[in-house]
């Protein structure tokens, strides 16, 4: 299978499910300890790589690695000014959704982020293609920022529906 961002998640699911039952430390239960503890090795491999597959920020964190282009602890990473300044209105707006307990502008602000996120990884995925991996690195550190704002905005959904409730 050739290395790309866009997959199959049915095709990745039946792959997993096949070469995980292949593993299966039951299928190894009369086996020898060194087999057991094999099996137990490459079962866990498997579902750490279907968890990484089927996550595309993770997904493409792996293909960045691959290329020799790690995303992780990477201080240098320029980010534009316009995305900086982005995000200070995200967080201003989340600021007053807050203060207001508006749930309205809430849902608003996640379906803005959301779209953001499905932009960046359609972006993403295109960079990967074209191996532009130091625009793929700069655009997956802007997704990892989408991607912790989502989870403030999922808590703050949920505090707002704890006040409510």
Not at 74 to 87: D, G, R, T, Y
Not at 95 to 104: K, P, V, Y
Request: aromatic share 8%.
């Amino acid at each position: 299978m050739a290395r790309g961002f866009e997959i199959d998640p049915q095709d990745l699911e039946s792959r997993w499910k096949e070469r995980a039952a292949a593993v299966h430390p039951d299928r190894f239960a009369g086996a020898s300890d060194a087999e057991k503890r094999v099996a137990m090795q490459w079962s866990a491999s498997i579902n750490e790589a279907y968890r990484v597959l089927r996550d595309p920020l993770r997904r493409a964190q792996y293909l960045c690695e691959l290329a020799g282009h790690p995303t992780e602890n990477q201080p240098n990473v320029a980010m534009e000014m316009s995305f900086l300044m982005q995000q200070m209105q995200w967080r201003e707006a989340l600021e007053d959704i807050r203060a207001n307990g508006d749930s309205d502008g809430l849902q608003a602000l996640a379906q803005e982020i959301e779209a953001d996120r499905h932009q960046r990884q359609a972006e993403t995925g295109e960079l990967i293609g074209q191996q532009r991996w130091n625009a793929v690195v700069k655009c997956l550190h802007e997704w990892m920022f989408v991607e912790k704002f989502l989870q403030e905005i999922v808590s703050a959904q949920r505090a707002l529906k704890n006040i409510n409730t």
